[in-house]
């Protein structure tokens, strides 16, 4: 038992858990603020466009409320709510873009970092060894 609980505090204090961690909250912070952005700056102006359309309130009625003799509601109507479905969709949009354009700029400064990393470690041409030594002799007198 205390090898378990030893390889599972060495797995939680691996730096991965941690970064999925970290990148799952900022993730969900992330879903919150696109949710946001869609639903109050880009739907409304489109509603307005197609004729002040709110695309929550999009649906088709299946089956209406049922309500007894004093008014109540006993069973709730039921809707396709095909609008919702819209901005749903709208959400996933923006945020399968945004972590696109986010990988392709990571992996560019990836590139340039990898290149950068190569070219400093290029081995040193045969001249420039020469030169190197003849340099270092000169300065020795």
């Known amino acids: 038992m205390k090898q378990i609980i030893k390889e599972f505090k060495d797995f ?5 858990v941690i970064d999925l961690a970290v990148g799952i909250i900022i993730g969900a912070a992330f879903g919150k603020i696109v949710a946001s952005l869609v639903a109050d700056v880009i739907m409304p102006p489109i ?25 109540k509601v006993t069973k709730a109507a039921v809707t396709l709510n095909y609008g ?17 354009i986010l ?7 990836r590139r340039k970092q990898d290149a950068a990393e190569a070219e400093a470690t290029v081995p040193p041409t045969k001249e420039v060894e020469l ?5 270092d002799l000169l300065s020795k007198r």
């Open 12 to 16: 939680i204090s691996k730096g991965n």
């Open 47 to 71: 509603g307005f466009l197609l004729g002040g359309v709110n695309f929550t309130d999009l649906k088709i009625l299946i089956h209406p409320a049922v309500t007894d003799a004093a008014g």
């Open 84 to 100: 919702n479905f819209i901005q749903v969709c709208l959400e996933f949009l923006i945020v399968a873009f945004s972590v696109f």
């Open 103 to 109: 990988v392709k700029a990571i992996s560019a400064f």
């Open 131 to 135: 030169l190197t030594e003849i340099r």
